[in-house]
């Protein structure tokens, strides 16, 4: 099993291509460190840590974004 979070999202199950947020972070301390964490409690250690969580973009993959355009 991988140790590092430098390894990448890909290397802890998630798909490729993909970043780290505070959802995905949060199981990987607990994991790692066996220290049950908020998601808020997680968002405030990467803030202190200098990292800022990423959002994730939600979008429907058959969106057609010229139709949208009004």
Do not use: Y
Not at 16 to 36: D, H, M, N
């Amino acid at each position: 099993m991988p140790t590092h979070p430098d390894e990448g999202p890909a290397a802890h199950d998630w798909a490729e291509g993909q970043v780290w947020t505070a959802v995905r972070v949060t199981p990987l301390i607990t994991r790692k460190f066996r220290v049950s964490n908020s998601l808020s409690g997680t968002i405030g250690l990467m803030h202190r840590l200098g990292f800022s969580p990423m959002v994730p973009a939600r979008r429907v993959a058959e969106c057609d974004t010229q139709a949208a355009i009004v």
